[in-house]
């Protein structure tokens, strides 16, 4: 997009290229919603098997290892198929935070399950009264020992009533001030007694997350990662993976594709002032690209990604919302149909795409938080 590939990245896009198209299920590519386990999940394993479910992870955790162009190449082909949204609550959000703060033993029996694809995650930090106030949430674990009882409830868990396992955050002091010193970051096996969950359908009709109730539910000591009460600081380098993640521009460069297919279909793509509009708007979206790659090259050589991660989400969502807004301009009057348009023998969804983009200024904090880690950290404002 904004580089030209060397002789042997250029050998690679191609091996990536035909792997990825004889491999794909057509059934799979251009769609708006993650498909449900069963659809998707064996082309999660496929791609693990092929070694290149997690291009980012180390050799030594299983993962590709990857050079940054090789990411690079594996993202863009990836966007050219339209390939679905995979579950990456394991391999972005959680597993880099247990190749920093878990132990040797929850590094063995977790990070290969995750590349497998053998264990779905959920991440369990929202509650119905700590969403963007995080540090107010009130699941509590009570220390018993050799173990703890958690109770509580969480809401909006991405996947939740799929997910095997749940990381989660807990109070383990009540008294603790400030809040958050006395929030701790466990894991719990989904299967254990006293665990309810209950799907939530989001505005475009899609069950893509759960409400999770725990009642009396024991989790061994050793399912906590970092110290008592440490927790805080673990999340927040966990949120920081997760708001890059969101960054990727690939969601976002297949919406380009779609606005083109439509466009070039119904004649618009001749229209100056439209052409000028999507202009615009590839250009924000490789200066994203470019910002996005330059951060996942910072983390690769261990560098702090600090606040840069929320201006990236900032960047990357509205990218996304200005692109799916002109999705639905291009589309005229079929914008309003829920129907898949048919272009150039392809068909192409434009109302999903737009209501399910509606979320990205709201996970992983929303846009207003992420303006204000912004004013206060970067413009030294008060808060
Ligand atoms: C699709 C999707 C998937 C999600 N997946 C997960 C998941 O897997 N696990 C999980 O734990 N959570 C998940 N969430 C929850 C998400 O993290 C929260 O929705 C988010 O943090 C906002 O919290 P809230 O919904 O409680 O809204 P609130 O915190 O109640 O905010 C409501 C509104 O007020 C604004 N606001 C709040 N505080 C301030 C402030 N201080 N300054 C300015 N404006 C403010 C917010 O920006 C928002 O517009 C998901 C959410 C969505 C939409």
Not at 156 to 181: C, E, I, S
Not at 274 to 292: G, P, S
Request: proline residues 6%.
């Amino acid at each position: 997009m904004f580089r030209k590939d060397s002789p042997a990245d250029a050998d690679f896009r191609a091996e990536a290229r035909e792997w990825l198209e004889t491999n794909l299920p057509h059934t799979l590519r251009g769609m708006t919603a993650r498909p449900h386990p069963p659809e998707i999940m064996p082309w999660y394993k496929a791609l693990s098997k092929r070694g290149w479910i997690a291009p980012h992870w180390p050799k030594e955790y299983g993962g590709m290892g990857a050079t940054l162009a090789q990411q690079i190449i594996i993202s863009d082909e990836l966007a050219r198929l339209s390939a679905p949204h995979l579950p990456v609550q394991g391999i972005n959000h959680l597993g880099p935070i247990l190749m920093r703060y878990g132990t040797p033993g929850q590094k063995a029996q977790h990070l290969s399950r995750i590349i497998s694809g053998e264990v779905i995650w959920a991440q369990g930090y929202s509650e119905p009264g700590a969403g963007s106030d995080l540090a107010s949430l009130t699941t509590r674990a009570d220390d018993k020992g050799d173990h703890f009882v958690v109770n509580g409830q969480k809401i909006w868990q991405t996947w939740g009533h799929y997910a095997d396992w749940m990381f989660m955050l807990v109070r383990t002091d009540a008294n603790a001030t400030p809040k958050h010193a006395g929030i701790s970051f466990m894991l719990v096996d989904l299967k254990t007694p006293g665990i309810k969950a209950r799907p939530i359908m989001n505005i475009a009709d899609d069950d893509e997350f759960a409400q999770m109730f725990l009642d009396d539910v024991v989790v061994p000591k050793g399912n906590l990662v970092g110290p008592l009460n440490g927790g805080w600081k673990v999340a927040n380098d966990l949120l920081a993976h997760e708001r890059l993640g969101t960054s990727s521009p690939q969601h976002t460069m297949e919406v380009l594709a779609r606005i083109d297919r439509v466009s070039k279909a119904n004649g618009k793509a001749a229209d100056p002032i439209f052409r000028d509009k999507l202009a615009a708007l590839r250009i924000k979206v490789t200066a994203q690209a470019a910002m996005f790659w330059h951060a996942v090259d910072m983390i690769a050589t261990g560098q702090p990604l600090g606040p840069s991660s929320s201006t990236m989400k900032l960047v990357a969502t509205d990218n996304l919302q200005a692109a799916t807004d002109l999705l639905i301009e291009v589309a005229g009057a079929n914008g309003a149909d829920s129907e898949r348009l048919t272009t150039d023998g392809e068909p192409t969804d434009v109302t999903q795409i737009f209501l399910q983009s509606r979320r990205a200024t709201i996970y992983g904090g929303s846009s207003e938080i992420q303006r204000n880690v912004l004013a206060k950290r970067v413009l030294g404002l008060p808060g």
